[in-house]
C-alpha cells in the first residue's frame, strides 16, 4: 500500500487540493480527480504531446510529470482555454483550418499553438514547425496545424 498525501494547486484558474499517490502523474490527476480528459496518455514516454498540460506557463508532458511536482503551481489544461460557449482563438482555428482528423491529438497541439502565439504572435512556416515538432499527428494533418496556428495568429491580432 502506498502512502497518499495532499497537494494543493490552481487548475485552471480554481484553487483545488487532491490526494495522491508518489506515482501518479499529471494526466491520472487530471482524469481521475478532476474529470478532464484533454490531455491524454498515448505513448507513454513524453514523445507524442497528446498529454500537454501548462505548468506555470510551460508546457509538460503529463504521462512523465508526477502529480507531486505541482503543489502549488498554476495548471492550464485545453478545458480552459474556452471562455463559456466561446472557443479560444487557436480553437476556433484549429476548426476552420480542419486540422484534426481522430482529433486524439488535437489538445496537445492547441496547447502547444496557444503557448507559441503567446511568446511569437507572427510566427513563420519553419517557427510553427520547429515549436510543434514535439507534438505527432498519427493522421498526418501538419499541413492544415501548420495552417491553423497562421489562421488563430491573424485572429489574435485582430482581437
Known sequence: MSATRTISFTLNGEPVAAEIKPQHNLVELLQREFNLMGARESCGQGMCGCCTVLVDGTAVSGCLYLAAFIDGAEVTTVEHLAK??????????????????????????????????????????????????????????????VNAVKIAARKRKAG
Open 84 to 145: 463559456g460557449d466561446r472557443l479560444s482563438p487557436v480553437q476556433e482555428a484549429f476548426i476552420e483550418a480542419g486540422a484534426f482528423q481522430c482529433g486524439y491529438c488535437t489538445p496537445g497541439f492547441v496547447l502547444m499553438a496557444t503557448q507559441l502565439l503567446d511568446a511569437h504572435p507572427d510566427p513563420d512556416d519553419d517557427q510553427i514547425r520547429h515549436y510543434l515538432s514535439g507534438n505527432l499527428c498519427r493522421c498526418a494533418a501538419y499541413p492544415e496545424i
